[in-house]
């Protein structure tokens, strides 16, 4: 099995920052790429921004100059630094991963799995 856990949301005033962290647990052979998301309510879930296992980032037109994704070089950890935070940036957000994890001693599997979310919350 994998998992995700997430931790670094909170309650913070419009202009402040955020760090959001993601660390990947389990039978891990290789994950390839890792991303955030969020969900705000009565919103579908978005993408925020996601990094591949060599460092190519893409982000969402709205966090594009004020987020940061990044990866350490375990390869299982992704962080979202969030400057210039905004009321519209409040929503759950996820941590989300794909690779293969091994699956008893000979075997591999793929998987995606998503963290449990963190809320973050900007007031005006």
């Known amino acids: 099995q994998v998992y995700l856990v997430e931790s670094g949301g909170g309650l913070v005033q419009a202009g402040g920052s955020l760090r959001l962290s993601c660390v990947a647990s389990?039978?891990?052979?290789?994950?390839?790429?890792m991303g955030w998301y969020r969900q705000a309510p009565g919103k579908q879930r978005e993408l925020v921004a996601n990094i591949s296992d060599d460092n190519m980032t893409n982000y969402t037109d709205s966090v594009k100059g004020r987020f940061t994704i990044s990866r350490d070089n375990t390869k299982i950890k992704v962080y979202l630094q969030m400057n210039s935070l905004k009321p519209e940036d409040t929503a759950v957000y996820y941590c989300?991963?794909?690779?293969?994890?091994?699956?008893?001693?000979?075997?591999?599997?793929?998987?995606?799995?998503w963290g449990q979310g963190t809320q973050v919350t900007v007031s005006s």
């Open positions: 989300n991963a794909g690779g293969t994890y091994y699956v008893g001693s000979y075997y591999l599997a793929d998987f995606r799995r």
């Open positions: 389990g039978n891990i052979f290789s994950i390839n790429t």
